[in-house]
């Protein structure tokens, strides 16, 4: 569990600009991500809400909304909603591999392929951020690491980290009054339950 707690660090790190208030924070339903996550959000003073989908209307309610792509996705609804105010997370398998993002929200490029097992490349620091506060970065090779390959920067926002093989990792954009953030990273734990709540 110790490399899926620097995944869930860095997420935490998205809802920083909420400084001492917790956030509502809506949040996917995905048999991978979501009790762990929901459990660690919680177990920071957040309030979290599982959904299976959504509208822009019902997004109205939230403060931050993390996205997975295996889930229900509407672009227009999540656009909205970050272009209002709202703080957009969006995890891996969000980012093309089974919908697509649009405009101002499309941060990292369609992927070519998935791959697991293999070790980390290493992370080069493109920008600094209030994202990578109090977040260690793995070093290469210390770590069995999934990721999405192939994937791109699409210059639509602020690249802040990527995979020492060129691979896209982390970026961010202020769109409207609100904020999107992406991530390109899967943690493996040795016995490939990922994100196993116990």
Do not use: C
Not at 75 to 82: G, K, P
Not at 142 to 169: K, P
């Amino acid at each position: 569990m110790f490399k899926i707690t620097r995944m869930h660090v860095a997420v935490v790190g998205a809802l920083a600009s909420f400084g001492a208030n917790a956030a509502n924070v809506g949040l996917t339903s995905n048999f991978w991500y979501t009790p762990t996550l929901a459990n660690n959000l919680i177990s920071q003073g957040h309030t979290v809400s599982v959904v299976n989908s959504y509208t822009a209307a019902s997004l109205s309610s939230f403060d931050a909304f993390i996205q997975d792509g295996n889930g229900h996705f509407d672009n227009a609804a999540l656009d909205s909603f970050v272009f209002q105010g709202g703080t957009l997370i969006q995890l891996p398998w969000s980012l093309g591999q089974t919908h697509s993002y649009s405009g101002a929200l499309n941060l990292i490029g369609t992927p070519n392929s998935i791959t697991y097992g293999s070790l980390n490349p290493g992370v080069t620091v493109l920008n600094s951020s209030y994202l990578l506060n109090g977040v260690t970065l793995p070093g290469a090779g210390a770590h069995t690491v999934g990721r999405e390959l192939g994937a791109d920067f699409t210059g639509t926002g602020n690249a802040i980290l990527e995979w020492n093989d060129g691979s896209a990792m982390l970026a961010d954009n202020s769109y409207g009054a609100g904020k999107v953030v992406a991530f390109n990273l899967h943690m493996i734990t040795s016995d490939a339950s990922p994100l196993d709540a116990a």
